[in-house]
């Protein structure tokens, strides 16, 4: 299993738990590395249910949410599911203004979103 600098990586039944280890996902160069590091698990790790929990993160930029959608593409792409947890409020906001809280799967709390992989 490759190591990751971005974010630690679980395994909960079919389901990977990625948690996001960056308190503000901001920086360009970080975000590049955070995208290839999540795309590199769909497509060589050949993992289809990623939950990312983002309990760790009180800042996304405006780019991270374009590698977000970049990553629900490959994920459907390779026949799994997106899930995203623990979004702080104003971390939620950006998401309804931006109308990706229709795209994404966003549950409240972890458990939460791992029991929507079930359903």
């Given amino acids: 299993m490759a190591t990751h600098r971005h974010f630690e990586v679980s395994e909960v039944g079919d389901v990977t738990v990625v948690r996001l280890t960056d308190r503000k ?17 769909v497509e ?3 993992r289809k249910n990623l939950l ?28 799994g599911k997106l899930k995203l947890s623990n979004i702080r409020p104003e971390i939620y906001e950006v998401f309804a203004i931006t109308k990706l809280n229709k795209l994404f799967e966003i549950k409240d709390d972890e458990a939460e ?3 929507a992989f079930q359903s």
């Fill in 44 to 46: 060589e790790e050949q």
């Fill in 52 to 79: 990312l929990n983002f309990a760790g993160v009180g800042f996304l930029s405006s780019s991270a949410l374009g590698k977000l959608i970049t990553l629900d593409k490959k994920v459907k792409a390779h026949g």
């Fill in 25 to 41: 996902v901001v920086d360009e160069a970080n975000i590049q590395e955070l995208g290839k590091e999540l795309f590199g698990l």
């Fill in 113 to 115: 979103a791992l029991a």
